[in-house]
């Protein structure tokens, strides 16, 4: 379990370039840290909506999120970007709720609201006062039944997602090299097809295809309702039996996805453009999740990407950064928490003198020594002690907590998965470790290079 | 756009809309003024929620005091003062930071130089003893120095194909030229290559004072406990730092155009003109403005005009800029470059309807009803409430402010709306950045894409 945010969640709204645009403010936010135990409260309803409060008493505001159990990966072949498509249309309206209202009444009372899409899940939120919290229930579960979409709306919010895919993706050769390392880490199964989906795909969408989708998963059996803040169970228990209750129970939901086929080879993604000025080498792995695979390794691949990349004494940041000086910095990121496969991911930018190749023999060797010699046990007991210690701040958060329930329950994870991470991460041994880096470093790879479209030196930087 | 959906959409509707006031109880969040022995003060948010402790704390004197040449030194000096400190070097101070969960990082805006210091309460004293050898001996070891120029190097090498970096590069150069808010706060290649260790040790003898110190607290401390701590923390620093005068300026370049031109499928669009200080009696009709403008989310009436009615952005904002020596409003969004120059021309028909038509009661209405009722939203943690704090210590907005605030934005009426849009909005001084391959849009004024001072 953890509860960073994935890099590949993309949501209805983003505050752009503003964002970067004003310089007044220098953003400073924490590194990722691990889940500690939230002491949740859960129930169920009858018609199946999966409960979960996280009380907070900090200050009278509560995040109120729904969680479906759908996402990119759940689409039908050929209507890739449905999934992000029905989470904006969610928006346009409903028998009660007229178009583009539904934010509009939230900011009215106060609140921020957004949603977002993954592979795996499609979420709402909002954050109001406590006494709101009645008011966005009952909105929230009124558009779980009583969609309704205009023909021009559907249309316009089209061109909407094509333009945010044109921001996110094809603006940016970054972004495009990242999507076609995916899809070449994933050949047969979907989690390899874009969430926001492929430009032509998405221009062929329409209302009946969103409706269609909405009606198969948006049901209360398949949805994880989370509420964090200024409330409790019992506080909350009448107000869900209210708005959420009288939903009837949907058909069952199989969420079985195409396999990804053993494939041996490994694979090399060269991007060069022009508007690429400086080089960066990614490699993935296939690795076990939580849900699926060997799931006994996924707390060892959590300590291993914290020994090999978790700060300014990780073993990666010392050879590649600090030793060769090859690179920039590397980043390592383990996935785990998917319904179906995971991945293990080593990204780095190599330094102003260093070459892609002399970046990725570093990587190489320290790679090849790791499954060689292994990892040792100071380091073993040294990343548990300070991942357990970091665990605190996943806490002093309104919305983080409800993030990591909503990600696990849609998952394949329990509540008591995420309460035990503490002691399941204490548990975990040197050979463990070393067994899950054979495990994962062993299997075929996904390398992926992104270079400008002329030596470096010719541009005029 | 909004067909109706029925009758009965209407009736529910209605329903929903009744709003009744927000009661947020701004007394939720109690801030504390605490003076050290030593004479230290901060304003402290004591909060037991959860044991975590969180400092903020800023000097005068951002990148807008660097030395004429030496763009980036604020930046590259904020970075190396938490890599390593007195009797460590990088390797042992990060591992002591590591070990015991502490995050110590340090900033440079424009205007301030300033630090966050977040640690477990149980580690607390580890934490000030490590924050106070980096404020007071940084080590700036060759090796470090020449580790972070490099990375800010390779950032500026990744900034030249990023369209809001190439954006924000040549706004500023434009709109500010001659003055030390028209540089890249990180730099060029070539004032990176200038800063050394002495300008960085004197940085830090004229900005890191007493003097100019503002500091805000949340988390799991009591003001009893906080005052000796501020004094351990902020011990040895000098009573004054030396200070440098920076002009005030006004923005330059209004009317122009300036496309910088980039292989893309899509164009960004950067504009903005002068607007009012913090500090303006004006200051809250012009966020409310804003607001109704293009400040509020999916609520704004750019976003209304360009991505709900035409679909042609995925987002499109704008937001006031105060800074110490000048002040700005901005408006910022992408969209297909065949569709540039309309949607440009949109952006600046709100502009214009704005200032001639001003807002509704019913706009002005919705946006205090945000304005007020979100603020406590914003305390979600104490890392993020000590910033809010310090902030509004940074704008001198008094210790009764969160009490005040509410009365501030309620009380502003229609009419003063409207007279802040005629005195701010100006479609004629917008000073607008096109990066793309924009149709339509003739640039006025060109800016090669390495013009960048140092």
């Not at chain 1, 008493?57 to 990966?73: D, K, Q």
């Not at chain 2, 990023?162 to 434009?174: G, I, Q």
């Not at chain 2, 509020?296 to 499109?316: A, D, K, M, P």
Request: aromatic content about 6%.
């Amino acid at each position: 379990m953890r509860v960073t945010t994935p890099h590949f969640v993309i949501g209805h709204a983003t505050a752009i370039a503003v964002a970067v645009l004003a310089f007044v403010l220098v953003a400073t936010g924490p590194r990722p840290a691990p889940a500690g135990v939230f002491n949740p409260e859960t129930f169920t309803l009858d018609n199946g909506l999966r409960v979960v409060v996280v009380t907070n008493r900090r200050v009278p505001v509560v995040t109120h999120m729904v969680w479906y159990g759908v996402g990119a990966a759940d689409e039908p072949y050929g209507k890739s970007g449905i999934a992000h498509f029905l989470e904006h249309l969610m928006f346009k309206g409903t028998d009660e709720i007229e178009p583009g209202e539904f934010s509009r009444i939230v900011a009215r009372n106060g609140g921020s609201d957004n949603a977002f899409t993954s592979q795996d899940f499609t979420a709402y939120f909002q954050n109001v006062a406590r006494d709101r919290l009645d008011l966005v229930m009952r909105m929230e579960a009124d558009r779980m039944t009583d969609l309704r979409l205009a023909e021009e709306d559907v249309v316009t919010e089209r061109d909407v997602i094509l333009e945010e895919r044109r921001q996110r993706t094809d603006n940016r050769p970054r972004g495009l090299w990242s999507e076609a390392v995916g899809a070449a880490l994933f050949v047969n199964h979907p989690y390899g097809t874009p969430v926001i989906g492929w430009a032509d795909e998405i221009s062929a969408l329409d209302r009946a295809d969103a409706l269609a989708f909405y009606r198969r998963f948006y049901v209360p059996n398949n949805a994880v309702l989370v509420v964090s803040g200024d409330i409790d169970a019992a506080e909350l228990r009448p107000l869900a039996e209210t708005y959420y209750g009288s939903i009837p129970r949907g058909p069952e939901i199989v969420r079985r996805r195409p396999p990804e086929p053993p494939i041996r080879a490994d694979r090399r993604v060269v991007l060069e453009d022009a508007e690429v000025f400086q080089p960066s080498l990614q490699r993935r792995f296939i690795a076990p999740s939580a849900n699926q695979g060997d799931s006994a390794h996924v707390y060892a691949l959590d300590v291993l990407a914290d020994i090999l990349g978790g700060g300014a004494t990780s073993r990666l940041h010392r050879t590649l950064v600090l030793e060769d000086r090859v690179a920039r910095g590397v980043s390592v990121y383990y996935q785990g928490t998917s319904l179906d496969y995971g991945s293990f991911s080593i990204a780095a930018s190599p330094s102003s003198t260093a070459t892609v190749e002399a970046l990725e023999a570093s990587l190489d060797r320290e790679l090849a020594r790791l499954i060689d010699a292994g990892v040792t046990v100071v380091e073993v007991a040294t990343s548990i002690r300070r991942m357990l210690a970091a665990a605190a701040y996943a806490r002093d958060s309104l919305m983080r907590p409800a993030y990591v329930f909503g990600m696990a329950l849609t998952t394949g994870q329990s509540v008591e998965d995420v309460e035990a991470w503490p002691d399941r991460l204490a548990a975990v041994t040197v050979e463990q470790v070393n067994a899950a880096a054979r495990h994962v470093f062993t299997r075929s790879s996904v390398t992926g290079v992104l270079l400008p479209a002329q030596p470096v030196s010719a541009q005029g930087s | 756009m909004t067909q109706g959906i029925g009758r009965s959409g209407r009736c529910g509707a209605a329903a929903l809309l009744l709003v009744l006031s927000i009661a947020l109880p701004s007394q939720a969040i109690q801030i504390e003024r605490v003076i050290s022995p030593g004479g230290i003060e901060a304003w402290l948010v004591p909060d037991h929620t959860v044991p975590v402790i969180s400092v903020s704390f800023s000097f005068a004197g951002g990148s807008a005091w660097d030395p004429e040449g030496m763009a980036g030194l604020a930046e590259l000096t904020a970075v190396l003062l938490a890599e390593a400190a007195g009797p460590y070097d990088h390797q042992a101070f990060q591992a002591h930071l590591e070990d015991k969960a502490i995050r110590l990082q340090f900033h440079a805006s424009v205007d301030r130089f300033g630090g966050r210091l977040s640690t477990l309460t149980d580690n607390q004293d580890e934490a000030y003893r490590l924050a106070n050898l980096a404020l007071t001996q940084p080590r700036f070891d060759a090796v470090d120095v020449e580790r972070v120029r490099d990375a800010a190097l390779v950032d500026l090498r990744r900034d030249l194909g990023t369209p809001s970096a190439l954006a924000r590069r040549a706004f500023y150069a434009a709109v500010f030229p001659g003055h030390a808010y028209g540089r890249d706060p990180s730099g060029t290649p070539d004032s990176l290559a200038q800063v050394n260790v002495d300008a960085m040790r004197r940085l830090v003898v004229e900005r890191i004072g007493l003097d100019t110190l503002l500091v805000a607290v949340s988390g799991d401390i009591t003001p009893g406990k906080l005052g000796p701590v501020l004094d351990r923390l902020f011990a040895g620093l000098p009573a004054r730092a030396q200070g440098l005068a920076v002009p005030d300026v006004t923005p330059a370049h209004g009317g122009e155009t300036i496309v910088v031109p980039r292989e893309s499928a899509q164009s960004l669009i950067v504009a903005g003109q002068a607007a009012i200080p913090r500090d303006d009696s004006d200051w809250f009709a012009a966020r409310i403005m804003n607001y109704i403008l293009g400040g509020g989310s999916f609520s704004s009436r750019l976003v209304q005009e360009i991505r709900e009615e035409r679909g042609l952005t995925y987002g499109v904002s704008s937001f006031l800029a105060p800074l110490e020596h000048a002040s700005l409003i901005l408006v910022s969004g992408s969209t297909v470059n065949a569709r540039a120059a309309e949607t440009l021309a949109l952006i600046k028909a709100e502009w214009r309807r704005m200032a001639l038509e001003g807002v509704t009661g019913a706009e002005v209405a919705d946006a205090q009803r945000y304005l007020t009722g979100s603020f406590p939203l914003q305390f979600s943690s104490t890392g993020r409430t000590a910033d809010l704090v310090l902030q509004m210590r940074r704008f001198d907005l008094g210790l009764d402010y969160l009490d005040r605030r509410r009365t501030l934005i309620e009380s502003v009426t229609v009419d003063q709306v409207n007279a802040v849009a005629r005195r701010i909005l100006d479609v004629d001084a917008l000073t607008v950045v096109v990066v793309g391959e924009p149709e339509g849009v003739e640039a006025t004024m060109t800016v090669p894409r390495s013009d960048t001072r140092g």
